[in-house]
């Protein structure tokens, strides 16, 4: 199975500064139908997953574009440009090139300093 | 708007069974792949099983821990997507999320619901 690590674990971050986190797969997540399936997910505390980003870079409806989501091959990132409060919660890099199963990484939460 | 309400947890003793439900509306139930993903508590996320929409062969894959106990299944008459769930174990204690896949893996998510195992 493809193996997804997250860096930071744990990410502290001052409000109105950016934030930045990586997801680097054991294999490249280019499909054969040029597509790149990496998926990130915010989990704020107490709620279910919610998906922001897909395809690398596609952001969901309603996610504000301050999230930004870039990268290639087996290396991709996650980034918040300017953080704020209603941000903290725990980062998912997903992907689902390479199914069954899809993978998830391990996780980075975020919190204000 | 997308809406799925997960159901049926509950605390079960080992080697004890469980069927939870999924009910979906605000999509076209009928061409979704469906997916179960579970968060044991304190933990990341992990895939549990996927069942693709009849119209695309209705294939269903598990994940490893799961094959062979668990099986996903679907309404498609009344928008319900399901998880028997047999032998179950401590280490299958989590919450459990249907999802609609789209775009590569799960785009929507239910609220979950909790499985304890234990005796």
């Known amino acids: 199975d493809v193996v997804l690590t997250q860096s930071p674990v744990s990410l502290p971050v001052t409000l109105g500064q950016p934030a930045s986190i990586s997801c680097r797969s054991s294999e490249s997540l280019l499909y054969s139908d040029g597509n790149t399936y990496l998926t990130w997910f915010q989990q704020r505390p107490g709620q279910s997953p919610r998906r922001l980003i897909y395809k690398i870079s596609t952001r969901d409806s309603g996610v504000p574009d301050r999230f930004s989501g870039s990268g290639s091959g087996t290396d991709f990132t996650l980034k918040i440009s300017r953080v704020e409060a209603e941000d903290v919660g725990v980062y998912y890099c997903?992907?689902?090139?390479?199914?069954?199963?899809?993978?998830f990484g391990q996780g980075t939460k975020l919190e204000i300093k | 708007e997308v809406q799925l309400v997960d159901s049926g947890g509950g605390l079960v003793k080992p080697g004890g069974s469980l069927r939870l439900s999924c009910a979906a509306s605000?999509?076209?139930?009928?061409?979704?792949?469906m997916s179960w993903v579970r968060q044991a508590p304190g933990r990341g996320l992990e895939w549990v099983g996927r069942i693709q929409s009849k119209t695309d062969g209705g294939t269903i894959d598990y994940a490893a821990p799961v094959k062979g106990r668990f099986t996903v299944s679907r309404d498609d008459s009344k928008n319900m997507l399901f998880l028997q769930m047999n032998s179950l174990r401590t280490e299958d204690t989590a919450v459990y999320y249907c999802?609609?896949?789209?775009?590569?893996?799960?785009?929507?998510w239910g609220q979950g619901t909790l499985v304890s195992v234990s005796s």
């Open positions: 605000g999509f076209p139930f009928i061409n979704a792949w």
């Open positions: 999802t609609v896949d789209s775009g590569g893996g799960p785009a929507w």
């Open positions: 997903m992907q689902g090139t390479h199914w069954p199963p899809y993978t």
